[in-house]
């Protein structure tokens, strides 16, 4: 699992190495084999990167250009876009000098991306079974893009036939198709990187796998051990700092690579960052990371032509200090009045939704305020309503959980202890017990029977009124209604 991780970082995209095929390891102990170079030309690669994509030919076909010959190895070319081109074939070229000169002089040919016509053309003319040799076969995809036809069966075909397939992608190519494409295990035989100057860096990679492929062992000019001992020492809630023993031989720099890990513990591919560091510096700080969140840190050396040993280690930031203490200060008829206590990460304000229980979370209703806010009254809200509030902290470039609060909003009330006390056989004087909030009453006043009806509206204050000039032996029907901001009104009370 160790190597694969390794495997797999090491052929991240590399964004800042240098850009010159200088792979100087040789291919020993190799007898033979038949290798095809499938390159795409389509118009997306243009003219300068494609002498970048013949660099890297040239630097997997040079640790075999002692044993390139008729008997021993033998190496193929197919430009493909709409059509596929022979460059040369098998027999073109035995010699290694002449196939390095023949590979720079290939010219770019342009148009679209139909790899599987091309996976075919090599399975039906360089790999057919009349002229089949029984050595090690090997195809060499590199491409920039999807395909425009169908890969599965070519590739399935020629696999058949017991070809290994590398597929080496660059910068829009799909993942999965260059998975569908390349040989068992998909981890050895894909590797994919973020533009053509990367194409140098990869070079020593994908040479070791092409020569042991071919039952050669791969050598370098000499082996060092890699950066060790990665340690870390200061978590913030979006930084990482972490040192490391240094690498041996002659390190040019230190590629530094960090990206986020799912839930499942997986890498985020999408989200890998790098920084090259220089060969005296063993301490770096990962910055605009996300709180809470953990991370995969890789420290590659660097040497003048080649990527050398990694360490990694896992590490999490800090989690982000979420709002304590969100509570009800006041609840009123149709407002809530809320505080709550500033965290201790520094914040750029706050956003606050809020609606009814059970409300759908599009119709929630949204507020913003500034970071210097510890205070928020929330208005035009429903009476005798639970509402679900959530306040969230805004922060520069991540985001918190929010603190969460439920409160009722008050009943509209009506007047109780409602009487009637006769004064005269004209008047008689209303008593009641006030309602808080209130900011009136009316009074309604009317006979039993018939439409002579009377209003009367009070202040906030009031709890009694003698209503005068009525019919003396008339029965009268005595209402008061609680009256609330705006047209708001409480359940009326009655007294005959």
Known sequence: MGCLLQWTLLLAVLLCLPSRSTAQGQC?????????????????????????????????????????????????????????????????????????????????????????????????????????????????????????????????????????????????????????IASPPQSEFTSQIGNFKALSSLLPLVSRRVCTTTG????????????????????????????????????SGYVVQYRPLSGLGQPITA???????????????????????????????????????????????????????LRLIQAGFFNLALGWDTPADQVQGYRITYGPIGQPAAQLLEQSVGAESTSLTLVGL????????????????????????????LRLEGVQQLSVETISNSSVRVRWTGVAGARGYRIVLGPFTGSDVETIELGGDSESHTLGNLRPDAEYIVTVITLYSGEAEGPAATAL
């Open 271 to 325: 989200e890998l960052r790098q920084e090259t560091i220089p060969s005296d510096q063993q301490s770096y700080t990962a910055r605009e990371l996300r709180s809470g969140t953990d991370y995969l840190i890789t420290v590659i050396a660097q040497y003048p032509s080649s990527l050398g040993e990694s360490v990694s280690g896992k590490a999490q930031t800090k989690p982000l200090q979420v709002v304590t203490a």
């Open 28 to 180: 020993n102990n190799v007898v033979a084999a038949d290798i095809v170079f499938l390159v795409d030309g389509s118009s997306s690669i243009g003219r300068a990167n494609f002498v970048l994509v013949k660099n890297f030919m040239s630097g997997i076909v040079k640790p075999f250009t002692r044993v390139v010959g008729p008997s021993g190895i033998r190496f193929g070319t197919i430009q493909y876009s709409d059509t596929a081109r022979v460059e040369f074939t098998f027999t073109t070229y035995l010699n290694g000098t002449e196939l390095i000169t023949a590979i720079e002089n290939i010219n770019y040919k342009g148009g679209n991306t139909r790899t599987g016509a091309g996976l075919k053309y090599i399975a039906d003319n360089f790999f057919s079974p009349s002229s089949i040799r029984d050595v090690p076969k090997i195809t060499i995809l590199i491409t920039d893009g999807k395909s425009q036809d169908s890969v599965k069966e070519p590739s399935q075909k020629l696999r058949s036939l017991g070809v290994k397939i590398f597929a080496v992608g660059i910068k829009s190519a799909d993942p999965a198709e260059l998975k569908l």
């Open 382 to 409: 429903k009476s005798d309503t639970e509402y679900l509030i959530s306040l969230y902290p805004l922060f520069p470039r991540n985001s918190a959980s929010p603190a969460t609060l439920t409160a009722r909003t």
């Open 216 to 251: 050669g062992s791969y050598s370098s000019d000499e082996a060092y051990s890699g950066p060790s001992d990665l340690q870390f020492s200061s978590e913030t809630t979006n930084s990482l700092r972490f040192q490391w023993k240094s690498a041996g031989g002659p390190v």
